[in-house]
T-cell receptor, first 115, second 111 residues
Framework: ETGVTQSPTHLIKTRGQQVTLRCSSQSGHNTVSWYQQALGQGPQFIFQ???????GRGNFPPRFSGLQFPNYSSELNVNALELDDSALYLC??????????????FGAGSRLTVL | GQQVMQIPQYQHVQEGEDFTTYCNSSTTLSNIQWYKQRPGGHPVFLIQLVKSGEVKKQKRLTFQFGEAKKNSSLHITATQTTDVGTYFCAGLSLNDYKLSFGAGTTVTVRA
């Protein structure tokens, strides 16, 4: 079975730009959760998608948005980038509507630097 | 909202010694999970605890879930250099759907 893959692995943007991060979920998983991990911190929940619908959101502004596709892969879009958006963005796939009830399989992450 | 606190933030251990890291939630949990993140890596699942008072062992690692399902601990015996990394607990509150992660305990090992 394939694991979770994320792209790109690293990227550098400037303030005000927009970024799209991509995630391919593990085979058999229908839920994707996105987390932001700042340096030295634990992962912070951004939102999750279950069967192509956003069904949960953390304390992040609307400029953080996403999509899930019929094959359960997902995108995270961030508009109007700010310096504080610099972080490791982690995608995690799981099964079921209640992602926290099941094991999360994380990708290697996309490290975003905003200058 | 739910908060998950971990202590200590850093643990410096002599190789061969034991140590324990603790996790406390502000709310009662349905389950608690532990993940390990190696330097430069991503979180990797270690264990899930569901029952009150549950104890699970993985070789030198012992995980415990508190009776009130609001706290948990991870005890490592005879620490090895392969134990280096950050250990996160992540809890699922009773009426929630997502895991909330603690800030982690970062472990370094002196040979």
């Amino acid at each position: 079975e394939t694991g979770v893959t994320q792209s790109p692995t690293h990227l550098i943007k400037t303030r005000g730009q927009q970024v799209t991060l991509r995630c391919s979920s593990q085979s058999g998983h229908n839920t994707v959760s996105w987390y932001q991990q700042a340096l030295g911190q634990g992962p912070q929940f951004i939102f999750q998608y279950y069967r192509e619908e956003e069904n949960g959101r953390g304390n992040f502004p609307p400029r953080f948005s996403g999509l899930q596709f019929p094959n359960y892969s997902s995108e995270l879009n961030v508009n109007a980038l700010e310096l504080d958006d610099s972080a490791l963005y982690l995608c995690a796939s799981s099964s079921g509507r209640r992602s926290g009830a099941n094991v999360l399989t994380f990708g290697a992450g996309s490290r975003l630097t905003v200058l | 909202g739910q908060q998950v606190m971990q202590i200590p933030q850093y643990q410096h251990v002599q190789e061969g010694e034991d140590f324990t890291t603790y996790c406390n939630s502000s709310t009662t949990l349905s389950n608690i999970q532990w993940y390990k993140q190696r330097p430069g890596g991503h979180p990797v699942f270690l264990i899930q605890l569901v029952k009150s008072g549950e104890v699970k062992k993985q070789k030198r690692l012992t995980f415990q879930f508190g009776e009130a399902k609001k706290n948990s601990s991870l005890h490592i015996t005879a620490t090895q250099t392969t134990d280096v990394g950050t250990y996160f607990c992540a809890g699922l509150s009773l009426n929630d759907y997502k895991l909330s992660f603690g800030a982690g305990t970062t472990v370094t090992v002196r040979a």
